[in-house]
């Protein structure tokens, strides 16, 4: 990885990546919406929120959707570049894929390509129709997509089966109630009714209706599972110099990052209640130079609830087994203590695919810029804990985001 | 450097439908390894072998599956699947037997459970190593 944070200086320094712009667009079933369209909207969208034109993007890192091998192959090859008339100007275009971390992963890229002089401005672009595509094919897709096909399939795990272990693990370990697990969907879907592109914006939820909903997995019901959702979400990176130079008067930086994989198979994690939270903090922390009780709000992968109160508490924002309770207490609803999951997350704004992780992050990063909708923007917002997940939680993925001004 | 397959599917699966456990077991260095690899995760040995597991284990964790099952499952709905972590170190994906009410009341984490050969089932979908609580 790069050591991107060298200095203590918040303001960092002139190479290193700073974010300036993001692009999002609404979450939720949009047949008529095309998967080319969305992509192509949502980075001129970026772009000029960036306050660039399209010709200076130079590094087109795209992140990949999972509804269709086909629309899958046309972000491998980059058919956005020529969509976007980048053809003799962009240097680069590419895929980087490991799932709901890859927006992590793309991040640190893009830093490195800037610091190191390979980018000068990179678009960061996804695009997903899996709210469009057909349930039962997509069921079957994530039943054997990161998980061992010869080892793991013939027991007949599911995705949400999958989400259960972690859960039935953490209830164990942390003696959370049904009720403290369910608060954690009541408080992401109140935060989705601050968010005007959240696939649940419009629906109250309560522990009463999470609770009597259908049990799907034990101990996971219907409505602690994430729906499935068509979302495009993209961001601009350029140098923290470039953004001083272009009068930019706040960007966002990479304080620190870290990273665990502690699995590929779901079966062969070490202990399934922790995952690689605790070593992914640790390595993100050191490099920051500051801690999780600096934090001025959190925006971590959470397509289910245990998925989230366990990197909580390994990142250190909940004590060893609180997080889940303190849900219940509200101290990460709208007007907590901690702001968590401001979009709604992927169970309240919409599981978006791979692009879950990547809706986190953008809304993070425009939670710094202080460009969220007034009646969800963190005040005075300055540092971030972005957390990401792959596969079947098979790494855990923390960037430590930090607002610096000119 | 030869360019031999070495197959580790097949002999695996095969003493599964004959209801036996195997852990794969490094020649050079003697470690367990599950599931198993091509080469030895610890010392990087081709030199690879089997072992017939114990079949005790510790229940990691598990859940009953009611609702939306890949296709070619639909018909054990509900079924319940657990990660077991053998006394021989390693762990591996299991479905675990119901008790005898048809429900899986007796199962929690921590529970000490053992391999129950009669159950390996399904050829076609591939075997499955079945697990019961271990009473």
């Not at chain 1, 200095?7 to 998967?35: M, Q």
């Not at chain 1, 610091?115 to 990179?122: F, L, R």
Request: aromatic share 6%.
């Amino acid at each position: 990885m790069t050591d991107m944070a060298t200095t203590d200086d918040a303001t960092g320094t002139a190479d290193e990546g700073a974010i300036i712009g993001v692009g999002e667009l609404e979450s939720g079933k949009f047949p008529d919406r095309p998967f080319m369209q969305a992509l192509v909207d949502v980075s001129i969208e970026a772009i000029q929120d960036a306050q660039l034109t399209v010709s200076d993007i130079d590094t087109v890192l795209l992140i990949p959707c999972l509804h269709s091998a086909d629309d899958q192959a046309d972000l491998i090859f980059n058919r956005v570049t020529e969509e976007l008339g980048l053809l003799g100007k962009a240097k680069a275009g590419a895929m980087m894929h490991s799932g709901g971390s890859t927006s992590d992963n793309v991040t640190r890229t893009a830093a490195g390509l800037i610091a190191s002089g390979q980018a000068k401005n990179v678009l960061v672009a996804q695009s997903e129709k899996w709210g469009s595509a057909p349930v039962t094919e997509m069921v079957d897709m994530l039943s054997g997509y990161g998980i061992p096909r010869e080892w793991e399939r013939s027991a007949g795990i599911t995705f949400n089966g999958i989400g259960a272990l972690i859960t039935q693990r953490y209830m164990a370990d942390s003696g959370a109630t049904a009720e403290e697990m369910a608060s954690v969907c009541v408080a992401l879907r109140n935060w989705a009714r601050l968010n005007p592109r959240a696939m649940y914006r419009d629906k109250e939820l309560t522990v009463e209706r999470v609770l009597s909903s259908k049990m799907i997995s034990d101990p996971v019901h219907a409505m602690e599972c994430p729906m499935l959702a068509d979302g495009a979400a993209a961001y601009v990176m350029t140098s923290a110099g470039a953004a001083r130079a272009a009068g930019h008067d706040a960007w966002v930086r990479i304080a620190g990052s870290g990273g665990s994989v502690s699995h590929y198979s779901i079966a062969q994690d070490a202990d399934l209640g922790v995952l690689g939270w605790p070593a992914a903090a640790v390595e993100a922390y050191e490099q920051a130079g500051w801690g999780p009780e600096d934090a001025d709000l959190a925006e971590i992968y959470d397509s289910y609830a245990a998925v989230l109160t366990i990197a909580m508490e390994g990142l250190g924002l909940a004590p060893k087994g609180d997080a889940a309770r303190n849900f219940a207490a509200g101290d990460y609803s709208p007007g907590g203590r901690l702001p968590v999951c401001t979009n709604g997350g992927l169970l309240s704004a919409g599981h978006t695919g791979v692009g879950g992780g990547t809706a986190l992050l953008v809304e993070g990063i425009r939670q710094l810029l202080h460009r969220a909708e007034p009646q969800r923007q963190v005040e005075n917002a300055q540092r971030a804990v972005c957390g990401g997940s792959g596969g079947t939680y098979m790494d855990s993925q923390v960037l430590l985001l930090e607002r610096t001004t000119r | 450097m030869t360019a031999v397959s070495r197959d580790i599917v097949t002999p695996y699966q095969e003493a599964l439908s004959n209801g036996e456990l195997l852990i794969q077991q490094c020649q050079n260095c003697k470690a367990h390894i599950m599931y198993p690899r091509h080469r030895c995760p610890v010392c990087q040995s081709a030199d690879l072998g089997w072992v017939a597991a114990e079949g005790h284990g510790v229940l990691q964790s598990f859940t009953i599956q009611r609702v939306g099952a890949p296709t070619g499952f639909e018909q054990d709905l509900p079924y319940a699947v657990g990660v077991v972590r053998l006394d021989e170190g390693v762990q591996l994906l299991a479905r675990l037997v119901p008790d005898a009410d048809g429900g899986w009341d007796s199962y929690a984490c921590d529970v000490a459970v053992r391999f129950q050969p009669a159950a390996v089932t399904a050829p076609v979908r591939g075997p499955a190593a079945w697990f019961e609580v271990d009473s």
